[in-house]
């Protein structure tokens, strides 16, 4: 292995121990909770070694950085994850190639996602973004908790996709524990009437611990496994 596989090799460790441990210490079993390695700023290279440790999904940010990472790794038969804010004119483009789009948020981008995933002839799997900020908040990523019911008709109505769940990021300034708990009631409220829609994507390389005790079923983990991003721009 190279020096980079050892380095990757065992911080994934670490960060599946810790995964284990959380299940555990939730009285949960442990293949409850998938985890979604996030590549961004990472090149295909380091994408084949996760896929060697056996990594089976993957997440990016980026429309573009994305596409050209997962054309550069079609033979690797991974799940791609699309986890970042989405722009309605790239969402088309966004549906060819990734299988589970993570940060749908607002109506706008159901026609545009639904119609990429029937050019490609491939249904995709959706989770509705929800904002755990306070309302009233400057920048919000996500739906507001109220806006959810009648997005995920939309998305129920809209040809080649699949409703699954949620995902949501815990917001910065406040303990993460109290975020999730906010989560875990939106999430009762969702399945009651979307019974099938069981997928909760929350935690990430800081706080997976606490939104695992929330009930997480994927944790998205970046700089854990692969190290420090370049600051973002
Ligand atoms: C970058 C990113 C992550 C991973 O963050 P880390 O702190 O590096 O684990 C998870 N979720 C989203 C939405 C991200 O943009």
Redesign the pocket.
Known sequence: MTARADEIAANLDVVRRRIATACAEAGRPEDDVSLVV?T?FFPASDVRVLADLGVTDV?E?RHQEAEAKAAECVDLGLRWHF??GLQSNKAAAVASYADVVESVDRAKLVAPLSRGAHSRGHEVDVLLQVSLDPPGADHRSGADPADLADLAQRVEEAGMLRLRGLMA?APLGERPDDAFARLAEVREVFVRDHPRATTLSAG???DLEAAIRHGATHV?????VLGERPAVK
Not at 220 to 224: C, D, L
Request: net charge positive; charged share 15%.
């Open positions: 996030v961004k997440g940010n986890i970042g990021v990430m390389s800081g998205r983990v970046g700089s854990a």
